[in-house]
């Protein structure tokens, strides 16, 4: 290679040698760059003197935004015609129980999740995509890529509390609740966010591009074969999932985001266990089985190649079933706030938890909240002995402690102890 690009080490394939040292803010790049520059060769470049010692921490409030405008929400709502049909909530055929717990978790988020454990082919997966068309709408505010809440200061991101701060007003609208899938190949870039390199090149700034947890804000994240995620990822949920923040610290920036978001997964026990950090994050637990009846297997054969023919059909002989559906969950939503349970119900969970030597409080207090939730969903204003029969088992089984030599399945114990204690 000859002329200003010529070769006089290894990092001088980008710029020129005579390239002064760049200080913040990042000047624009030639244009005549490759596109697919690596961030760590742009930080190389920037520190002084070779060294990384260079970089100082800064605070990054440029955040990398789609342009929103009728044209992209023309675009938007073209998209949502074409996008690929998704199986009916209301025709899935059994597995109450695993059904049950994404329903008490859409009416309250804050039960924490659910983790969904079971036999291959079993329908996880399909269960819970088809969970999409039940979503309610939430307010967010326009342009805003972490779904703040413009009438709640502790779900937005900082710009938008600082545009709050200085008597903006903000542009609101309301969209579905969104459900992001978490690859299991995901990078740890593509899960927190990282550096928006275009705009560095283009615009000459740091601009932070969201990541998968940004997008998940105040919906629900779901993890396929959650047994197998890289440890590392592991640990990512685990800090958001415990703190409703995600924080990202890359190379001379540090920026934080809220992460608020339903954590739904599933599994094959076969193929591996949950490390227990993860497994207590989760709210619920529900175990799926294998169908044994013949008529039922049939029932569901058929329906699945029913849908496979005719898809949009298919959907439309359950419009009235799904919309029936949406409002119930609405009207539970709505009336959660005035569900009360009685003190006397309190302490038998609390004794119940107590007892089985449940370590921590998450226990009791996912119990109270999937009791009154399933209240909520019957249109009761009143949590009864058997609401807390129903869910004290998918709330507690996960966090006993394993005996290798029982035999006995953990929700039966804790269905033993629930009668021992309310009899």
């Given amino acids: 290679m000859v002329g200003p690009l010529a070769a006089c080490s290894s990092s001088a394939l980008l710029l020129p040698c005579s390239a002064p040292t760049l200080r913040y803010p990042v000047p624009s790049f030639p244009t005549s760059l490759p596109a697919q520059i690596p961030w760590r060769r742009i930080t190389e470049i920037g520190a ?24 992209t929400e023309v675009r938007r709502i073209a998209a949502k015609e074409v996008q690929r049909p998704v199986y009916p909530f209301a025709a899935i055929v059994g597995q109450e129980e695993m059904k049950l ?47 703040s809440d413009p009438d709640d200061p502790e779900s ?40 928006d390199i275009e705009k560095a090149l283009t615009e000459g700034v740091k601009a932070f591009e969201p990541g998968l947890l940004a997008k998940a804000n105040r919906g629900i994240l779901y993890v396929d074969e959650v047994n197998l995620l890289d440890d590392h990822l592991v640990d ?41 950090q993860l497994l207590d994050r989760f709210g619920m637990h529900a175990q799926v089985g294998t169908v044994r009846d013949a008529e039922l297997r049939v029932k569901i054969v058929e329906e699945r190649a029913r849908f496979d023919m005719d898809p949009k059909g298919f959907r439309e002989s359950y419009r009235t079933e799904q919309e029936k559906l949406q409002q119930q969950i609405t009207s539970a939503r709505n009336n959660l706030s005035s569900v009360q349970i009685d003190h006397d119900l309190r302490v ?22 999937a009791a009154k939730a399933l209240a909520a969903l ?46």
Avoid at 114 to 136: A, E, H, Q
Avoid at 390 to 408: A, F, G, M, Q
Wanted: glycine residues 10%.
């Fill in 348 to 369: 038998k969970i609390s004794k119940v938890c107590a007892e089985l030597n449940v370590d921590g409080l998450r226990g009791d207090i996912v119990t109270n909240r």
């Fill in 48 to 71: 002084s003197s070779g060294s990384r010692r260079g970089f100082r921490r800064l605070q990054v409030s440029n955040v990398a935004v789609p342009e929103v405008s009728s044209t």
């Fill in 101 to 147: 717990c994404l329903l008490l978790n859409v009416i309250d988020p804050k039960i924490g999740g659910v983790m969904i454990m079971g036999d291959r082919g079993t329908g996880k997966s399909t269960t819970v995509r088809s969970l999409v068309d039940l979503l309610p709408e939430i307010k967010v505010v326009i342009g805003d890529p972490f779904n």
């Fill in 156 to 195: 937005m991101g900082m710009e938008v509390r600082e545009r709050v701060i200085q008597g903006e007003e903000l542009p609101a609208t309301t969209i579905k609740i969104t459900m992001v899938d978490l690859p299991l190949g995901a990078t740890e870039d593509r899960v927190c966010g990282t550096i």
């Fill in 236 to 276: 990512v949920l685990l800090d958001s999932a415990a703190s409703g923040w995600n924080t990202v610290e890359r190379e001379g920036i540090s920026i934080s985001h809220p992460a608020r978001f339903i954590l739904i997964g599933s599994g094959n026990p076969e193929e591996g266990e949950l490390r227990p």
């Fill in 378 to 423: 019957k249109g009761r204003d009143r949590v009864t002995p058997d609401d807390v029969a129903t869910v004290i088992p998918n709330c507690l089984r996960h966090r006993l402690r394993k005996d290798p030599l029982e035999s006995i399945d953990s929700g039966l114990l804790v269905i033993e102890k629930f009668y021992e204690v309310f009899n």
